[in-house]
């Protein structure tokens, strides 16, 4: 049996009682695996696949309200810039929670992004997303990367930077 089909009996196993949480922690722990580590593979695993259903299931099974680690930085930035999915603002909003510095770069490029599924945006939610993160990291690059966006050819970004810096004290 496949890892990932084995993960997903033992994880109805646990939605319906038949085991524990303890239980499905051991008996899914392939090697010791922590549940960050199985996260992150079911995350890797969806992106290679480019399957916009795994990535909504695996942020929900990454229990956001355990908090993420800075383990999950180098998958959510790949995830934030595929145009195959769903989950950008929730990635975004992720990242603004877990406020780290390597991921300065892939929100400034993020927060530029346009995807068509939410072309009905007009207000550009998914960008202040990523300029709200930027600002939460608060560090030297992340307020370099907030000037850059406040030159933005997209004025609802530029706004957005403007906006954040002026509240740093930085304009």
Known sequence: MKWEERYKELHMSLITG???EEE???LNSEGNQ???EISIRLLN???DDKNADAVEEAIREASPSKGFSNKFSEIFCKLLQADWHYKHEDI???LQEMKDPSTVDCLCKAAELHFEYLDYDDSYQFARKCIKALSAIDNEA???K???LAQSSISEVQQYAIKEL???GFL
Request: a positive charge; hydrophobic letters at 50%.
């Open 142 to 144: 992340a307020i370099s």
């Open 45 to 47: 695993k969806a992106f």
């Open 146 to 148: 907030l000037q850059l």
């Open 166 to 168: 002026k509240y740093k």
């Open 24 to 26: 499905f922690i051991r």
């Open 34 to 36: 922590t549940d960050a």
């Open 18 to 20: 038949k085991i524990t």
């Open 92 to 94: 975004a909003r992720i």
